[in-house]
């Protein structure tokens, strides 16, 4: 059973394309959370969403969006893909918005933009 | 602002050897700590967490940390590494926000 699942594991695209990247927990967690890894493994947040609020890292350029269908989902959907979006995605999740009990995080998404 | 600092990019050690990863933090209220470990190219697993009680917690693997409030210190121990030990480690810190992370340190072992 796998507790935070990302899809795909490996995306590679051209520069300007759109392209999302779907994460899905079954922990039942009531936040969730995108972190972006960059080749020198550094983890930057960029999002936390939960059904009430929609939490935003402010030097995420608007071009990246999130979107929760529902409680247990929470999407990234890139528009206009440039090179320097290239990149390991991270999905995680928590309880209740904090980090008490830490993140579960997901194997992550590979994006390579060519 | 938090932030996490993790002086060493990359650490040798041989086998058997002991380990101390070190790990400073700036938060401006009671902190939450943690250590997670990726493996190439794996996620993230949680090695322990620190938020209130003994400043000495116990993690998987063997490994340790301690909490020092004085130093603002959250460093990672094990008294003996293993060849699986290899991979890169993150401390990080956090409360009623997102988590933010160190740079990491990338543990390599040594026959």
């Known amino acids: 059973d796998t507790a935070v699942s990302q899809t795909p594991k490996y995306l590679v695209t051209q520069m300007g394309n759109d392209k999302s990247i779907k994460c899905e927990q079954n922990l039942g967690h009531d936040t969730m959370y995108w972190y972006k890894q960059d080749s020198k493994k550094f983890l930057k947040i960029m999002f936390s969403?939960?059904?009430?609020?929609?939490?935003i890292n402010e030097t995420v350029p608007n071009r990246f969006s999130p979107k929760s269908p529902d409680k247990a989902h929470l999407n990234l959907h890139i528009n206009s893909l440039e090179l320097g979006d290239s990149a390991v995605y991270f999905c995680a999740s928590s309880e209740t918005g904090t980090p008490n009990y830490g993140y579960t995080f997901g194997s992550g998404t590979r994006l390579t933009v060519v | 602002a938090q932030s996490v600092t993790q002086p060493d990019i990359h650490i040798t050690v041989s086998e058997g050897a002991s380990l101390e990863l070190r790990c400073n933090y700036s938060?401006?209220?009671?902190?939450?700590l943690f250590w997670y470990v990726q493996s190439p190219g794996q996620g993230l697993q949680l090695l322990l967490k620190y938020f209130s009680g003994d400043t000495l917690v116990q993690g998987i693997k063997g490994f340790e940390a301690e909490f020092k409030r004085s130093q603002s210190s959250f460093n990672l121990r094990k008294p003996s590494v293993h060849w699986s030990d290899a991979a890169e480690y993150f401390c990080?810190?956090?409360?009623?926000?997102?988590?933010?992370f160190g740079k990491g340190t990338r543990l390599s072992v040594i026959a």
């Open positions: 990080a810190v956090g409360g009623n926000t997102p988590l933010v």
């Open positions: 969403y939960n059904n009430k609020e929609l939490i």
């Open positions: 938060y401006g209220a009671t902190p939450y």
